[in-house]
């Protein structure tokens, strides 16, 4: 289904000239032109359909430091940070509230996992807490499991998808920033080798950087100007419940459910790591790469389906002419199918987890494309061989969550500042120049 979102204003005039021009309005576009707009640069952000139209509007919700990658951590722990300023800053209700994240298990191995993880975590300053089976139970009031024990982060948090981007992108507007919905960046504007600007579907737009914040749409924009970006879309399932009695205050994961208490007092819900792949050109073309991922962690959770997608959308083949329409017009907003399936069986997971839900109803259901790299760590990163682009794409999953702490990083690097964090993981090169990739653990 087409999700609803909160409204954004549009710029009505296009500028002639920008410091920066964003092409992407999910949570890493709009915290990107924010946060380069904080700096004092003229910032022109550009969406094909509406802010948080895509995955930015369809995700859990989760704002999460527990359990990231080790190169993550730092982002995720800035991101946190950011959370728990953007309302007061913009004026604007992102629906962030610090209520905690909880883990649950009944696996031995999973404690030892995150005993590991969280010797790790002390040593970037991040602290959270191992649960015994007791205390684990007492986090998860209700539940009809003996849990054996359990993870917990006070600090981490919860947002509404409908509407934090959006708040993120009117905060940006106050500070001058210019928006454009309904506007697709049709390609890049190259002179001798060197980006100058965008070309979008209202005219051409001169810009001195140019940040591609595409999303699942990402590897066909750089596809179109010769680059190479490793990415696959993963269709993930979600939906809303009507109102329920409380049995988390925050979010909270088992082995069986993900769940998040929402403003309204209902829940979204969905299956950790379960998802779908539509077959298609472009993510096929990079099957190799993520071989060991697939072998290692997804094997067990992806199912596989030919059909539409192949020959129209994010992956597919063909190129088009900047004069005329392109993909991202034919499509303003992504929406796949979702698995009824698989979100039937979650609800009735969730029930036998916790009785006192036996009256909640599914309410809405929709599914959302997932950029995800081979390693399952994003690309926040210059483009070598196109001087003038940048790209903030493939977060597999964690762009909700870490969407402020990746602005943040993204817009230091366009402006030349000392970035919060070492950007060298994030670098697009390392799936070309010989780098081992790490493999996914606790993500």
């Keep these: 289904m087409t999700i609803q979102v909160d409204p954004v204003p549009n710029t009505p005039e296009l500028p002639e000239h920008v410091d920066v021009a964003v092409i992407g309005g999910g949570i890493i576009g709009v915290c990107s032109a924010y946060e380069l707009a904080?700096?004092?640069?003229?910032?022109?952000?550009?969406?094909?359909?509406?802010?948080?139209?895509?995955?930015?509007g369809r995700n859990w919700g989760w704002c999460r430091q527990q359990n990231r990658s080790m190169f993550e951590l730092p982002m995720a722990m800035h991101a946190l940070r950011r959370w728990g300023e953007l309302g007061d800053e913009t004026g604007e209700d992102t629906g962030f509230r610090r209520e905690g994240i909880?883990?649950?298990?009944?696996?031995?191995?999973?404690?030892?996992?995150?005993?590991?993880?969280?010797?790790?975590?002390?040593?970037?300053?991040?602290i959270s807490h191992i649960l015994d089976g007791d205390e684990a139970q007492a986090k998860s009031p209700g539940t009809?499991?003996?849990?054996?024990?359990?993870?917990?982060?006070?600090?981490?948090?919860?947002?509404?998808?409908?509407?934090?981007?959006?708040?993120?992108?009117?905060?940006?507007?106050?500070?001058?920033?210019?928006?454009?919905?309904?506007?697709?960046?049709?390609?890049?504007?190259?002179?001798n080798g060197q980006v100058r600007g965008v070309v979008t579907e209202r005219g051409r737009v001169r810009a001195d950087k140019v940040i591609g914040a595409g999303g699942a749409w990402s590897g066909r924009m750089c596809r179109r100007h010769g680059i190479g970006l490793p990415v696959t879309n993963v269709i993930g399932t979600a939906f809303t419940t009507t109102a329920a009695p409380e049995v988390t205050p925050g979010c909270l994961t088992t082995p069986t459910v993900a769940m998040r208490r929402?403003?309204?007092?209902?829940?979204?819900?969905?299956?950790?790591?379960?998802?779908?792949?539509?077959?298609?050109?472009?993510?096929?073309?990079?099957?190799?790469?993520?071989?060991?991922?697939?072998?290692?962690?997804?094997?067990?959770?992806?199912?596989?389906?030919?059909?539409?997608?192949?020959?129209?959308?994010?992956?597919?083949?063909?190129?088009?002419?900047?004069?005329?329409?392109?993909?991202?017009?034919?499509?303003?907003?992504?929406?796949?199918?979702?698995?009824?399936?698989?979100?039937?069986?979650?609800?009735?997971?969730?029930?036998?987890?916790?009785?006192?839900?036996?009256?909640?109803?599914?309410?809405?259901?929709?599914?959302?494309?997932?950029?995800?790299?081979?390693?399952?760590?994003?690309?926040?990163?210059?483009?070598?061989?196109?001087?003038?682009?940048?790209?903030?794409?493939?977060?597999?999953?964690?762009?909700?969550?870490?969407?402020?702490?990746?602005?943040?990083?993204?817009?230091?690097?366009?402006?030349?500042?000392?970035?919060?964090?070492d950007p060298s993981p994030y670098r697009l090169d390392r799936f070309y120049d010989g780098t081992k990739l790490k493999q996914p653990e606790l993500m």
């Excluded at 004092?40 to 550009?46: E, P, S, T, W």
Aim: net charge neutral; with cysteine.
């Design 38 to 56: 904080r700096k004092g640069a003229r910032v022109a952000l550009f969406e094909k359909g509406v802010i948080a139209g895509e995955q930015s």
């Design 102 to 126: 909880v883990y649950t298990t009944t696996r031995a191995e999973d404690i030892d996992k995150w005993r590991a993880w969280e010797a790790g975590a002390r040593e970037h300053g991040f």
């Design 144 to 191: 009809t499991t003996d849990w054996l024990g359990g993870l917990f982060s006070p600090d981490d948090g919860r947002a509404e998808p409908a509407k934090a981007a959006p708040a993120i992108a009117r905060g940006l507007v106050k500070l001058g920033g210019h928006v454009f919905q309904n506007c697709a960046v049709r390609g890049l504007d190259i002179d």
């Design 262 to 421: 929402r403003l309204d007092g209902g829940y979204t819900l969905a299956v950790p790591g379960r998802g779908r792949i539509d077959l298609a050109p472009l993510g096929m073309r990079y099957a190799t790469k993520f071989y060991a991922a697939y072998q290692r962690k997804l094997k067990k959770k992806l199912t596989y389906r030919l059909g539409k997608p192949f020959f129209s959308g994010p992956e597919a083949l063909g190129s088009w002419s900047l004069d005329g329409i392109s993909p991202f017009e034919k499509q303003r907003i992504l929406d796949p199918k979702p698995d009824a399936g698989l979100a039937r069986d979650t609800l009735a997971a969730c029930q036998r987890e916790y009785p006192a839900l036996a009256d909640m109803a599914m309410d809405e259901l929709w599914a959302g494309a997932i950029d995800t790299t081979p390693d399952m760590i994003p690309i926040i990163s210059p483009v070598s061989s196109l001087p003038g682009f940048m790209v903030a794409s493939g977060f597999s999953g964690h762009g909700f969550g870490i969407g402020p702490g990746a602005g943040r990083l993204i817009a230091d690097m366009a402006a030349g500042d000392e970035p919060i964090v």
